[in-house]
């Protein structure tokens, strides 16, 4: 046994090296990092409550993501376009986030409320675009994978993948960023979480090209996010609450992230679009339905 100091919580040493493994092989293949599914198992599971876990894991995202989104860089599936937009607007978001989490939302029931239903239709998206797709799609050579951008401008962003054109507007990327940057904030998952299915399910890109862009906007607002939460904890010393993040807990579910989100980015080109749909349709559910029932309950 362990007992990290910062945060209080004792556990095996090898627990959140395992868990976060786990978590990111499968999360991954669909652009998400698992921090929205690991953020539930701290304060569940390790009794690790308090604004401080929100900045604890995003660290665990700023450990465990650059694997992947050099994986995805080097088969020539990042939609780099779509990346900045994301960046550019999820960064305000994120420091808004970090205030609304500490000053309004110590206890989280509420907003946790709120982001359920926001991922339940999620879900309820996901689960439509499966249904009127019909049969999953069979695999598709690797050669086919590659990213090819067509148009990046104010307007709109245009790629070319398996022969086929995808335009999504520049600016209601950008806005959607923003809000996610803001939940992203607040609950420490760094956005991925809600904006790859959002990608998805909305704007009708294929999973395999929003994953890398996903991950490494969640990548840069997550090292902006636990640089804000340490400046900021010195001035709400005095409130008794713990907002510096927890580094070894963090480092500890990194390095196991890393391990796991290197493998999901390596194993996406190989299984089936619709089952990655269906994989975020079912964590994302379950997440979803965790959250609300909690508020009721």
């Excluded at 520049?170 to 809600?194: D, H």
């Excluded at 909305?202 to 902006?224: D, E, K």
């Excluded at 640089?227 to 510096?244: N, Q």
Aim: glycine share 12%; charged share 10%.
């Amino acid at each position: 046994m362990i007992e990290f100091f910062q945060s209080g919580v004792e556990t095996y040493w090898w627990l959140p090296v395992v868990v976060a493994f786990g978590i990111s092989a499968l999360t991954s293949t669909g652009g998400i990092s698992g921090a929205f599914v690991l953020l539930p198992f701290q304060v569940s599971v390790l009794g690790f409550t308090g604004p401080a876990v929100s900045p604890t894991n995003l660290i665990y995202n700023i450990v465990a993501i650059p694997s992947g989104v050099w994986r995805y860089h080097k088969e020539k599936r990042m939609v780099w376009p779509l990346a900045w937009v994301t960046i550019i607007g999820t960064l305000p978001g994120v420091f808004i986030g970090a205030l609304v989490r500490i000053k309004y939302l110590p206890d989280p029931v509420s907003f946790k409320f709120f982001a359920g239903l926001v991922l339940l239709y999620l879900g309820v998206r996901l689960i439509l675009d499966l249904i009127k797709r019909g049969k999953p799609q069979t695999k598709t050579k690797i050669v086919n994978f590659d990213v090819k951008p067509l148009e990046f401008n104010f307007k709109r962003i245009g790629f070319e993948f398996n022969g086929r054109a995808y335009y999504a507007g520049t600016l209601p990327l950008a806005a959607l960023s923003f809000v996610v940057g803001i939940i992203g904030g607040t609950y420490g998952i760094g956005g991925g979480a809600i904006i790859a299915p959002f990608f998805v399910a909305v704007f009708g890109l294929p999973v395999y090209t929003v994953a890398g862009a996903a991950l490494l906007g969640t990548f840069i607002t997550s090292v902006a996010g636990v640089l804000f939460y340490t400046v900021i904890a010195p001035f709400y010393a005095d409130t008794g609450l713990a907002i510096t993040p927890d580094w070894l807990l963090g480092l500890m579910f990194g390095l196991g992230g890393a391990a796991g989100i290197y493998l999901g980015a390596r194993m996406q080109k190989f299984i089936k679009e619709n089952f990655i749909k269906l994989l975020l349709v079912i964590i994302i559910l379950f997440v979803a339905g965790k959250y609300i029932v909690g508020f009721f309950a």
